[in-house]
């Protein structure tokens, strides 16, 4: 019974502390080739939404395109600021800018080439996007998209700013 006990403890600090936990310091590059330390990523205090994808990935670029279709809207409500990270290979890169511009995705663009720090955030599969609050802790991840997923996106923020 005490193993079970320590057990659930154990798992319950775990998660606590996952959900917790600050972002990763990675170095990336935006697409004009700026370089960014992802540890420093922010929003002025307010949550931000880090949205993994690829140029080939159709399920990352529904997500992306339908948070574009709201993102004035979300910005104007919450805030929220979307960082786009493309995990496109060093040889499909040249893919990625032609892909934001013609569908005018108005987020930060980052480049993680060799998913760097989607696997430092224990990404597995595209698309995969967490939620950081206003002082960088990750609160939460997801992985995969369904049609409508973006509203749960939208939620999370809002319960963030509420407290």
Request: glycine content about 8%; aromatic content about 6%.
């Amino acid at each position: 019974m005490r193993k079970c006990i320590l057990t659930t403890v154990i798992c319950l600090l775990a998660a606590v502390g996952v959900a917790q936990a600050q972002l990763p310091a990675v170095t990336l590059k935006t697409l004009d080739g700026t370089t960014v330390n992802t540890g420093t990523l922010s929003n002025d205090g307010k949550p931000f939404i880090i949205d993994f994808f690829a140029t080939w990935c159709k399920p990352c670029n529904r997500e992306l395109s339908a948070i574009a279709d709201v993102y004035d809207e979300w910005q104007e409500e919450t805030g929220v600021k979307i960082y786009a990270v493309s995990i496109d290979q060093a040889q499909n890169i040249n893919k990625v800018k032609p892909l934001v511009d013609q569908n005018e995705w108005e987020y930060e663009v980052l480049l993680d080439p060799n998913s760097e720090l989607l696997k430092a955030l224990g990404g597995q599969m595209i698309p995969f996007v967490i939620v950081v609050d206003g002082n960088g802790n990750i609160v939460s991840k997801h992985s995969g998209y369904t049609d409508g997923a973006e509203g749960e996106l939208i939620e999370e923020v809002r319960k963030l700013l509420e407290e």
